[in-house]
């Protein structure tokens, strides 16, 4: 039984555009939110992360935006680099705590110069 | 700044062997997690020590063991492996356990585990 379900395998982008990348929850008692960047041949790298509290997030060119009674958040990137080309992951925890995060399976997301 | 690091980088076994991959928080951090990728997968916890003893489980069999020695480095042991144990072995660490917006997960760059 998958909780973090992002749906798409892929996506690609022109840089300068924007990407967004989806994920779906199904536990009802995560109440925080986290996206990882991954590199090939290294560790996941945290970028971004969201309360329950709340409904959007910004970093710089990164926002992430929360529906919880969708059960639904995404990730915006704009604009879009070719150095943002990895696998993105959305996690989920319960409790904020950094007690075991559930992960979807990721979303390689490509921008082409 | 010492990052986390964690040996060896790629390591082959054969079914039914015995595995131990190592793991060296980063600087400061007292807590060491334990997560599992398969191809094609996000990576699934597997557990987390604090202060030397196992601080939650997630769905895994016993045979996946670890310790954490009073250095807070790390070590997860697989015994009888399996043709599935093949994965990314990602080692995780952070302050004690605590609130994400205040210490968050650090990784390290993964041991790749290869069961024949």
């Known amino acids: 039984d998958q909780q973090v379900k992002q749906n798409s395998p892929s996506l690609s982008v022109q840089e300068g555009r924007i990407s967004i990348l989806n994920c779906d929850y199904t536990?009802?008692?995560?109440?925080?939110f986290l996206w990882y960047k991954k590199y090939p041949a290294e560790g996941p790298t945290f970028l971004i992360s969201?309360?329950?509290?709340?409904d959007k997030n910004e970093d710089g060119r990164f926002t992430v935006f929360l529906n919880k009674s969708a059960k639904h958040l995404s990730l915006h990137i704009v604009p879009s680099q070719p150095g943002d080309s990895a696998v993105y992951f959305c996690?989920?925890?319960?409790?904020?705590?950094?007690?075991?995060?559930?992960f979807g399976k990721g979303t390689l997301l490509t921008v082409n110069p | 700044e010492t990052g986390v690091t964690q040996s060896p980088t790629h390591l082959i076994k054969t079914r039914g062997q015995q595995v131990t991959l190592r793991c060296s928080s980063q600087?400061?951090?007292?807590?060491v997690s334990w997560y599992q990728q398969a191809l094609g997968q996000g990576p699934q916890f597997i557990f987390q020590?604090?202060?030397?003893?196992?601080?939650g489980r997630g769905n895994f069999p016993p045979r996946f063991s670890g310790l954490q020695f009073p250095n807070y480095s790390s070590e997860l042991n697989v015994n009888a492996l399996e043709l599935d144990d093949s994965a990314l072995y990602l080692c995780?660490?952070?302050?004690?356990?605590?609130?994400?917006?205040?210490?968050?997960?650090?990784f390290g760059n993964g041991t790749r585990l290869t069961v024949t």
């Open positions: 969201i309360s329950s509290i709340k």
């Open positions: 536990n009802s008692m995560f109440d925080y």
């Open positions: 600087s400061g951090h007292n807590t």
């Open positions: 995780a660490s952070s302050l004690r356990p605590a609130q994400l917006r205040n210490s968050p997960l650090h």
């Open positions: 996690a989920a925890t319960r409790g904020g705590s950094n007690y075991k995060l559930t």
């Open positions: 020590y604090y202060r030397e003893e196992e601080n």
